[in-house]
């Protein structure tokens, strides 16, 4: 996800106010969150800074999820649906109601199973809810439990192309030896193809799984992971105008993934090459590591409110404790010559790798939160509001033991990188606004400063650059809107100025990752426009578009070279990277009587794998077009109402790729000076037509 070209780590999660961004990627993986719209009653997306009412360091954007209020009336709903690629979902979710006019109980559970468009992206995942609600005159206390799980194949290499003898495709592309279009790709028989699980070294473009010493087959890279969020809160109306919550949570996570690593050089996991009983020098082998890490979380969030007499106040403690393991095993070695030479390694040759384990890094961190706010907003007689906000954060963060890159020693042996960060951060966060209110029509804008400390990947990850900083963002925001009985539209402008910001260099982690580094002078700047008209009682149309300029004034990229180690190049005004242009949606909403069609196309403009502008290495625009079918059924008795519902998307079958990453280097002996440099490029590709249906059951 990307709100204003903002990754995951810079966008700020909450659910019922509590924090879902882990803390240390500070990202929440969606892949994780299977089927939480079936117990949410509302999401809330704000762009850019927002209030600090969304939660601790919001920075390019916030998403607030809400559960549901318990129900005052039993119900039952069951729900199916299936698709393209063998994609299914069942689940149910019901209430008990209001027991006695004190107790009510909800609950759902669902899970969802996929073939996988992409090959080896079988997998299935689900998660479940319970809600326990007690009700009184002035108080209300809830528990939820929130659970989820997948085990999923993985593909986060994308589909490869490149130059080069690591090329696994023919043709050109740019100056290249590569894949020229998408249609190439695909007429090729690759637009599925998952390097990760199959590899081309058989007959041309023949693909081969993966296999053990044994012959048998490496099933695929799967990723797996289980996490519990347990929130206890008390809301309560203490006085007229006055009201409080409390909210505890705590939050326990587990997960790993598995990959067959072939051809690996013997140092990426701390062993130098030897030379074997018949004098052949052996760098590498055949692995399969399993990389994982355990985490808790738990804290308390207390805020305190009062609205009357044209003010509006919130204020708000909260504290959230963190901890997590990180570890890494090779569970096979291909090479029986390694495993002879390195004793540590007994036995993981044999193909029962399930039961041999070689423990290749293992670190602890911690991580502290506090933050306060204080949020305080004024009415100027009828027209004019006022508002303003104060955040302040502290942040600890420690982190030690071995981690999973290694350092060449003179002797010629490796030895781990040793992780030893300690860091305190402490954030003055100041935001103000005021607005103008008059019948239909609305003028508002407002300022906001944030700070973001870095994430784990930013210290341990960071290669040749020096150690990060943490960022910091001036947020200007000017917008209009109108609203009348039959159209509606708005206007707005924003300017955010970066100082630190954390940019993509090119470079990826071994699972896919972009690294990252600060740049001193970075800037985002855009309008943003929506509007919609009621053309009759049974057609609505709606449309929005987000134009923006994304730069980095000064760029330093620091580039392989293998010739020379590695070159700086300077770029003055270049492009963010994964940064469009220009995003359009267009929606044609039919609704006569119970039907309910929607049609919705969307356009994404060239995105820039890297910060260099070059257009050999980006991701070319694409249009997508959906429609979305929905008819209600209702009924007298125990059944209420059934729901069908119908989705087709990518309905025109378009070849494009919306995500990806790219590498590239410096090779004058080979050929590949700077301007026609080596690269390989990862396209995360669409999938052809797909179809969905889905059935709805509600008891009452």
Same mark, same amino acid.
């Given at each position: 996800?990307?709100?204003?070209?903002?990754?995951?780590?810079?966008?700020?999660?909450?659910?019922?106010?509590?924090?879902?961004?882990?803390?240390?990627?500070?990202?929440?993986?969606?892949?994780?969150?299977?089927?939480?719209?079936?117990?949410?009653?509302?999401?809330?997306?704000?762009?850019?800074?927002?209030?600090?009412?969304?939660?601790?360091?919001?920075?390019?954007?916030?998403?607030?999820?809400?559960?549901?209020?318990?129900?005052?009336?039993?119900?039952?709903?069951?729900?199916?649906?299936?698709?393209?690629?063998?994609?299914?979902?069942?689940?149910?979710?019901?209430?008990?109601?209001?027991?006695?006019?004190?107790?009510?109980?909800?609950?759902?559970?669902?899970?969802?199973?996929?073939?996988?468009?992409?090959?080896?992206?079988?997998?299935?995942?689900?998660?479940?809810?319970?809600?326990?609600?007690?009700?009184?005159?002035?108080?209300?206390?809830?528990?939820?439990?929130?659970?989820?799980?997948?085990?999923?194949?993985?593909?986060?290499?994308?589909?490869?192309?490149?130059?080069?003898?690591?090329?696994?495709?023919?043709?050109?592309?740019?100056?290249?030896?590569?894949?020229?279009?998408? *249609?190439?790709?695909?007429?090729?028989?690759?637009?599925?193809?998952?390097?990760?699980?199959?590899?081309?070294?058989?007959?041309?473009?023949?693909?081969?799984?993966?296999?053990?010493?044994?012959?048998?087959?490496?099933?695929?890279?799967?990723?797996?992971?289980?996490?519990?969020?347990?929130?206890?809160?008390?809301?309560?109306?203490?006085?007229?105008?006055?009201?409080?919550?409390?909210?505890?949570?705590?939050?326990?996570?587990?997960?790993?993934?598995?990959?067959?690593?072939?051809?690996?050089?013997?140092?990426?996991?701390?062993?130098?090459?030897?030379?074997?009983?018949?004098?052949?020098?052996?760098?590498?082998?055949?692995?399969?590591?399993?990389?994982?890490?355990?985490?808790?979380?738990?804290?308390?969030?207390?805020?305190?409110?009062?609205?009357?007499?044209?003010?509006?106040?919130?204020?708000?403690?909260?504290?959230?404790?963190?901890?997590?393991?990180?570890?890494?095993?090779?569970?096979?070695?291909?090479?029986?010559?390694?495993?002879?030479?390195?004793?540590?390694? *007994?036995?993981?040759?044999?193909?029962?790798?399930?039961?041999?384990?070689?423990?290749?890094?293992?670190?602890?961190?911690?991580?502290?939160?506090?933050?306060?706010?204080?949020?305080?907003?004024?009415?100027?007689?009828?027209?004019?509001?006022?508002?303003?906000?104060?955040?302040?954060?502290?942040?600890?963060?420690?982190?030690?033991?071995?981690?999973?890159?290694?350092?060449?020693?003179?002797?010629?042996?490796?030895?781990?990188?040793?992780?030893?960060?300690?860091?305190?951060?402490?954030?003055?966060?100041?935001?103000?606004?005021?607005?103008?209110?008059?019948?239909?029509?609305?003028?508002?804008?407002?300022?906001?400063?944030?700070?973001?400390?870095?994430?784990?990947?930013?210290?341990?990850?960071?290669?040749?650059?020096?150690?990060?900083?943490?960022?910091?963002?001036?947020?200007?925001?000017?917008?209009?809107?109108?609203?009348?009985?039959?159209?509606?539209?708005?206007?707005?402008?924003?300017?955010?100025?970066?100082?630190?910001?954390?940019?993509?260099?090119?470079?990826?982690?071994?699972?896919?990752?972009?690294?990252?580094?600060?740049?001193?002078?970075?800037?985002?700047?855009?309008?943003?426009?929506?509007?919609?008209?009621?053309?009759?009682?049974?057609?609505?149309?709606?449309?929005?578009?987000?134009?923006?300029?994304?730069?980095?004034?000064?760029?330093?990229?620091?580039?392989?070279?293998?010739?020379?180690?590695?070159?700086?190049?300077?770029?003055?005004?270049?492009?963010?990277?994964?940064?469009?242009? *220009?995003?359009?949606?267009?929606?044609?909403?039919?609704?006569?009587?119970?039907?309910?069609?929607?049609?919705?196309?969307?356009?994404?403009?060239?995105?820039?794998?890297?910060?260099?502008?070059?257009?050999?290495?980006?991701?070319?625009?694409?249009?997508?077009?959906?429609?979305?079918?929905?008819?209600?059924?209702?009924?007298?008795?125990?059944?209420?109402?059934?729901?069908?519902?119908?989705?087709?998307?990518?309905?025109?079958?378009?070849?494009?790729?919306?995500?990806?990453?790219?590498?590239?280097?410096?090779?004058?002996?080979?050929?590949?000076?700077?301007?026609?440099?080596?690269?390989?490029?990862?396209?995360?590709?669409?999938?052809?037509?797909?179809?969905?249906?889905?059935?709805?059951?509600?008891?009452?």
């Amino acid at each position: 996800m990307r709100i204003r070209g903002a990754g995951d780590s810079r966008i700020n999660v909450t659910i019922d106010g509590v924090p879902l961004n882990s803390p240390e990627d500070q990202c929440v993986f969606w892949a994780n969150m299977n089927s939480y719209s079936y117990f949410l009653e509302s999401v809330q997306v704000q762009r850019g800074v927002g209030s600090s009412t969304n939660g601790d360091g919001a920075f390019g954007g916030s998403v607030a999820l809400r559960s549901r209020p318990f129900s005052y009336d039993p119900f039952l709903e069951l729900d199916a649906s299936y698709g393209s690629y063998n994609t299914r979902n069942a689940g149910f979710s019901a209430s008990t109601g209001l027991l006695g006019n004190r107790f009510a109980a909800d609950f759902a559970f669902h899970t969802t199973g996929t073939d996988g468009y992409v090959h080896g992206t079988a997998g299935n995942s689900g998660s479940w809810y319970v809600a326990l609600s007690w009700v009184g005159r002035d108080v209300v206390l809830r528990y939820r439990n929130i659970g989820n799980y997948e085990h999923t194949g993985q593909a986060w290499n994308g589909v490869t192309a490149g130059t080069g003898d690591l090329s696994i495709m023919d043709g050109t592309y740019g100056n290249n030896t590569g894949i020229k279009t998408y *249609a190439d790709m695909y007429a090729k028989g690759l637009g599925k193809f998952n390097s990760l699980y199959e590899s081309l070294d058989t007959d041309t473009y023949g693909l081969s799984r993966y296999t053990l010493n044994d012959g048998s087959l490496w099933p695929k890279t799967t990723d797996n992971f289980w996490q519990d969020h347990n929130i206890l809160s008390a809301a309560w109306n203490f006085a007229e105008g006055w009201n409080s919550t409390l909210s505890l949570h705590y939050t326990h996570g587990y997960g790993y993934y598995e990959e067959f690593r072939q051809s690996n050089k013997l140092s990426k996991f701390g062993f130098a090459s030897f030379k074997d009983a018949d004098g052949n020098t052996v760098k590498r082998t055949d692995f399969i590591r399993q990389k994982g890490l355990s985490q808790d979380a738990g804290g308390a969030v207390w805020n305190v409110s009062y609205s009357g007499n044209g003010w509006d106040f919130i204020g708000g403690l909260s504290a959230q404790l963190f901890g997590a393991n990180h570890f890494g095993y090779l569970t096979y070695v291909a090479s029986p010559a390694v495993t002879a030479h390195y004793p540590v390694l *007994a036995g993981l040759s044999d193909t029962n790798f399930d039961e041999g384990l070689y423990k290749y890094y293992d670190s602890d961190a911690r991580k502290n939160d506090y933050s306060s706010f204080i949020k305080v907003s004024k009415n100027l007689g009828k027209h004019f509001n006022l508002f303003w906000d104060l955040q302040y954060r502290r942040v600890t963060y420690r982190t030690d033991g071995i981690n999973d890159k290694f350092i060449e020693q003179p002797d010629g042996s490796y030895v781990n990188q040793v992780l030893d960060i300690d860091k305190t951060y402490d954030f003055l966060n100041p935001k103000a606004g005021v607005s103008w209110t008059s019948g239909s029509h609305r003028v508002y804008a407002s300022f906001a400063n944030s700070n973001r400390e870095p994430e784990r990947n930013n210290f341990t990850d960071n290669g040749s650059y020096p150690s990060p900083e943490s960022e910091n963002v001036s947020d200007f925001e000017f917008g209009y809107q109108f609203s009348g009985r039959k159209f509606r539209a708005g206007a707005n402008l924003y300017y955010m100025d970066y100082v630190n910001q954390f940019v993509q260099t090119g470079a990826v982690s071994d699972i896919g990752e972009a690294l990252t580094t600060n740049v001193w002078d970075s800037y985002r700047a855009g309008i943003e426009l929506v509007a919609s008209a009621d053309i009759s009682s049974w057609l609505t149309l709606e449309a929005n578009a987000a134009l923006s300029r994304n730069r980095i004034k000064d760029f330093d990229e620091v580039v392989e070279d293998w010739d020379n180690g590695s070159q700086t190049i300077h770029y003055d005004n270049s492009t963010l990277a994964f940064s469009p242009s *220009a995003i359009l949606n267009g929606f044609i909403i039919l609704h006569p009587g119970r039907l309910q069609a929607t049609w919705h196309t969307s356009y994404v403009s060239r995105q820039y794998l890297d910060n260099t502008e070059n257009r050999d290495r980006s991701l070319p625009g694409y249009s997508l077009s959906g429609l979305s079918l929905r008819y209600p059924l209702k009924f007298k008795g125990l059944l209420k109402e059934v729901n069908l519902g119908l989705d087709v998307n990518n309905i025109f079958g378009v070849h494009a790729a919306t995500s990806g990453w790219v590498y590239s280097a410096i090779y004058a002996s080979g050929g590949h000076p700077e301007g026609n440099r080596y690269y390989q490029i990862g396209f995360v590709p669409t999938a052809g037509t797909t179809v969905m249906w889905s059935i709805s059951l509600k008891f009452r």
